[in-house]
Nanobody, 126 residues
Framework: QVQLAESGGGLVQAGGSLRLSCAAS????????MGWFRQAPGKEREFVAA????????NYLDSVKGRFTISRDNAKNTLFLQMDSLKLEDTAVYYC???????????????????WGQGTQVTVSS
């Protein structure tokens, strides 16, 4: 069955960096557009970033533009999120998700994504 497994979360000071990974199995990874979402305590889950099949096109939440970079390695079936200049408000559980539509839209709507990982906690401290 399809599995998405996030890793790389942890505790980091404000201004620091983390790199999240999402290892995919049970699907043809290169045929899925991928996304990162996050959910902070007491808030709804929100879109963070998305990437096209070969990684050529990306889409970001405005508040992370210039600080976060989404990328993928199709040979290793792995999605990444490089997070730099982290802020307190970036604290959340981060999820990766897979979306199989054949159009070129990089969706921000979580209902478009069919498969989800279990999440990894990112905590930014002052």
């Amino acid at each position: 069955q399809v599995q998405l497994a996030e890793s790389g979360g942890g505790l980091v000071q404000a201004g620091g960096s983390l790199r999240l990974s999402c290892a995919a199995s049970g699907l043809t990874f290169s045929r899925y557009k991928m996304g990162w979402f996050r959910q902070a305590p007491g808030k709804e889950r929100e879109f963070v970033a998305a990437i096209s099949w070969r990684g050529i096109f990306t889409n970001y939440l405005d508040s992370v533009k210039g600080r976060f970079t989404i990328s993928r390695d199709n040979a290793k079936n792995t999605l990444f999120l490089q997070m730099d200049s982290l802020k307190l408000e970036d604290t959340a559980v981060y999820y990766c998700a897979a979306e199989s539509s054949t159009n070129t839209i990089l969706f921000r709507d979580e209902s478009r994504y069919e498969y989800w990982g279990q999440g990894t906690q990112v905590t930014v401290s002052s």
